[in-house]
């Protein structure tokens, strides 16, 4: 008998080579002043009002289901909730690619967990790089078609922060037609709500819209997601999904957030982080390690520094965690920053300050 086993011939060959994404919290880091996850930088407070842990929850609670529909401007057939955004990425792949079989497309630079869930599954991927302007390589997309059943595309695109030329979406879903899924992740939608392409679901059966309390309303931790698109592609996902995909205490707290109440605080929290974001987007441009600050429709900025490597690793030694992006596809000497709160973006400023006159004086 022996009690040392190689579990590893038993893995999936796919899971074996995988590599896990790499989330903010798995990254670590002994910070007081979080910038690298895109969280809403304050807490809203909510206090659970079902007691009836004894039963299992309802599989699609009807509450949220209806509230949810109804800010987004959709009917509730249209809609399914699931555990995070992030579930729902990989549910399609589930109910649309055969594994070893179908692929997706995805467009780095962009989200990490488009690639990862479809490695997860065992199904195919392939990377059309962004332009160098971060728009859709819409020729390149077009010949890249076969086998490929979902397209996902990220506007507010994360880390880059700019959205996508509507008219380039368009395309995209005309070009697909009866051929494969266009999915919109539209996380940070919250931040500039008039780019939401929801009211093109009427023209286009293959449009599907992701969406999540992550961001604007404050509530990563709760982990609540909502996938929007017609009928058809709704009942499918009912088909994979777990049968009680949202634990009762998350249902109570997505009820409370999406009231009208909530909804127009959540609305007055995005204005003000806006503001903010301005503010910071003024700072960063007096500080000489920093060359470009993009453009930003979310609550993040991508900051390109004169050279990010040194300035990530100082500012981690300080505490101050950010998102380093040097690594991504074009994305060289590239960090990306959450929008925090005023004293957070602050004491951000001080030490690139501090850093730039150590630099000056190190000669
Ligand atoms: C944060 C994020 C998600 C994940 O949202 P959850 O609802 O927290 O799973 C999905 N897509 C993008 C682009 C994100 O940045």
């Not at 017609?230 to 009912?238: A, D, H, K, S, Y």
């Not at 009208?260 to 441009?285: H, R, T, W």
Request: glycine share 4%; proline share 7%; net charge negative.
């Amino acid at each position: 008998m022996t009690n040392t086993f190689d579990i590893s011939p038993l893995i999936r060959k796919n899971v074996r080579e995988l590599t896990p994404y790499q989330s903010a919290r798995r990254i670590g880091g002994k910070g007081d002043i979080w910038l690298n996850a895109n969280e809403f930088p304050t807490a809203p407070y909510y206090q659970l009002t079902q007691q009836t842990l004894n039963r299992y929850p309802e599989p699609q609670p009807e509450q949220v289901i209806k509230l949810y529909a109804n800010y987004a401007g959709v009917k509730p057939e249209q809609l399914i909730v699931s555990r995070g955004a992030d579930e729902a990425i990989e549910l399609l792949m589930r109910a649309f690619c055969e594994p070893e079989k179908d692929s997706i497309i995805y467009c780095p630079p962009t989200y990490g967990m488009y690639m990862v869930s479809a490695q997860t599954m065992g199904i195919g991927y392939k990377a059309i790089p962004q332009t160098e302007n971060w728009q859709l390589d819409l020729p390149n997309i077009e010949k890249n078609l076969e086998n490929v059943k979902l397209i996902y595309i990220c506007s507010p695109n994360n880390p880059t922060g700019n959205i996508l030329n509507p008219d380039d979406i368009k395309t995209l879903l005309n070009m697909t037609r009866g051929k494969a899924l266009i999915i919109v992740d539209e996380a940070y939608i919250e931040f500039s709500m008039q780019n939401t392409v929801v009211s093109w679901l009427e023209n286009y059966p293959h449009l599907v819209i992701l969406r999540t309390l992550s961001k604007a309303f404050a509530l990563a931790g709760l982990r609540c997601g909502f996938t929007i698109a017609n009928e058809p592609i709704i009942t499918t996902l009912q088909k994979v999904i777990a049968p009680y995909p949202l634990a009762t205490p998350v249902a109570d707290i997505a009820a409370q957030a999406l009231s009208p109440e909530n909804i127009s605080i959540m609305q007055n929290n995005v204005a003000g982080l806006n503001k903010q974001k301005q503010k910071l987007i003024d700072d960063l441009q007096t500080i000489n390690l920093v060359d470009i600050v993009y453009p930003s429709y979310s609550n993040y900025l991508l900051v390109k520094f004169n050279s990010s490597v040194p300035v990530f690793n100082e500012l981690w030694q300080h505490g101050i965690i950010l998102r380093d992006q040097h690594n991504q596809l074009g994305l060289n000497n590239c960090i990306r920053i959450s929008i925090g709160t005023q004293t957070e973006c602050d004491r951000l400023i001080t030490a690139l300050r501090r850093l730039t006159n150590e630099e000056i004086s190190y000669g």
